[in-house]
């Protein structure tokens, strides 16, 4: 990927540089510590090469008030690195530092585009009372309560109401599947669920009030319900008691904020392997402060007062992403709904008319506003607009022109990439750093990011597994209900001990610029939501007709993705219009509507390893050019001949694109 003379889409001007926060931050440094050299990369050097001393400096340029801090880290090798193992600091002391700020702290945009603001005043007096509730349904700290709710503000408070208990919050959008959800909050034993009514997206009302019954039945830890009544359905039929959201925040006492150690548990999210139930992974309060502190001051480069807003759900990462605008005083604004309707310039009014300064999406909705041609800069104004990020999967270098020939000309644009995983990014961009066409401009501080080759060697110009070579603080301090780490050890440092390895391709340039090549395993990103192959397979398998199947992503840089399934049938069964909209109806309302697939094919054979394994790394690698069929090893296989069909399949698929 080397491209030594390519020119620079955007380079920041010098009053741009000056006013970044990250030139500020070097500038509060010099007279504290030694740097290589005075910009980004002398920094980004020496926050890895003296982690400890990065981190307790942006403890202290941004005062979070960790209490009882001595050593940053224990010296424990990853996993087992314990961050600020004597302190205590809980995630809404770091909120509500800003919480006398004058100005909306939310601003909500539903389905039919009306607005809702909501002071910092009201976030937290709401907060206050929905944790004084909780806590009077006998909620405690390291109890987990579950969501089931839409990107709305009640979402951020319910959160917020959380983990002033020093309880565990974990959620789920809607539009999930009951078999989905229940899949990961079933593993989590949660004492209480919050849950909506129903939703509304493209126009249209979605009831939930059976899916909430249904939960219910399936999580019988449970024993209190909030319902937040988007839709105003008849009162839910359930086993425990029910109150309304109106209710349990209808007191005005300011509840304690409870007092937690640093590695406390704050969130638990999901993201799914190839074989059993989605990981439930794990982050702490102070793990998650920090990074998401420094993300948003020194990567986004956004400052108090200012409006930040990444379209998200809230099955994504991004949702907690955008929500940790609050910790540094910034306005969050959050967009629930279809980003189509009633047509793709949606989002673009949404950011004209709130005055956003930071636009953040996934990189197939602004590929889609660029297939459709739109031209939002001449169409709107957007005077505030002067920075953009992209994520989910990789931003095409048409994705890049296109932002600065039709969005605006004079943009920070930050493409990111990291993952549900540690809740961040590792690689994004810099605000003084220039914008080079398809390129990640830089590892994000602190994060010590490599390509590596099969024998952990270092690449440079060359496709690499993306790995994380010292530890991260938001890094998860464990997964749910993995008692001896042997999950967590075996998803992250399996190939590389003492090394995460993330699961992306990854090339590195010798400035520092970077490429995402898709996904190394097998777990499905479509949109930015992931998906265990393992939730789609048990429900194409529940099918009478489907003996066996194999499902891959073929996400690529510069081309869509496509998502076929392959299907074994009993003998003598056809693949009917009948059992495909069963497959795709089952999915879409079990699992998830973003994992339907594009296509389903009929196989002889799924190719298996002898230990039984589908073998859907090898096969989504074929399908990608990046395998050849020689390099299959096929005396690990029972059914070597299976590979063949799949073969031909790649062949044919290269002849139609005309590659």
Known sequence: MSDAGAMPLWVPNEARIANAEVTRFIEWLSGRQ???????????????????????ALVERYQIPIMNRSAVTDGAAMPATRWYPDASLNYMDQVYQNAERSGPAIIAIDDAGHKTEVTWQQMREQAAALAETLRAQGVRPGDRVVAYLPNISEAIIAFH????????????APDLGVTGV???????????????????????????????????????????????????????SARIPVTTWDAA????????????????????????????????????????????????????????????AWFSS???????????????????CIIDGHPGKPDLSRLWQIVDALG????????????????????????FALETLSAMGSTGSPLSPDGFRWIYDSVKTDIYLSSISGGTDFASACVGGAPTLPVYSGEIACRTLGCAVDAYDGDANALIDEVGELVITKPMPSMPIMFWGDTENRRYKDSYFSMYPGVWQHGDWIAFNERGGAVIYGRSDATINRQGIRMGTADIYQVVEAEPEVVDSLIVDLEYLGKHSYLPLFVVLQTGVSLSDDLIARIKVGIRDQLSPRHVPDDIFVVDDVPRTFSGKKMEIPVRRILLGQTAVADINRDTMSNPESIDWFVRFAAQRRDNDGT
């Open 314 to 332: 809230t099955a994504w990462m991004m949702w907690n992403f955008n929500i940790a605008g609050l910790l540094a005083g910034v306005t969050v």
């Open 161 to 172: 109401a959380v983990a002033r208990i020093g309880a565990v919050w974990s959620i789920c």
């Open 249 to 308: 925040t209808s007191c005005r006492v300011d509840s304690p904020i409870e007092n937690v150690a640093f590695s406390h548990p704050l969130w638990i999210v999901y993201s799914s392997g190839t074989t059993g139930k989605p990981k439930a992974i794990v982050h702490s309060h102070g793990g998650v402060v920090l990074e998401h502190v420094k993300q948003v001051r020194l990567q986004l480069d956004l400052k108090p007062g200012e409006r930040f």
């Open 182 to 236: 229940l899949d990961r909050f079933a593993q989590i034993e949660p004492k209480c669920l919050i849950a909506c009514d129903g939703y509304r997206y493209g126009g249209r009302d979605f009831a939930r009030d059976e899916a909430l019954t249904a939960l219910l039945d399936g999580l019988p830890t449970v024993e209190h319900c909030v319902v937040v009544p988007i839709l105003e359905r008849p009162e839910i």
């Open 34 to 56: 030694s740097l290589a050299s005075a910009d980004y990369q002398g920094l980004l050097h020496w926050s890895i090469e003296t982690p400890d001393a990065f981190w307790e």
């Open 356 to 379: 956003i300064h930071f636009f953040g999406a996934g990189a197939a909705y602004f590929d889609a506003c660029r297939q459709a041609g739109l031209q939002p800069g001449q169409t």
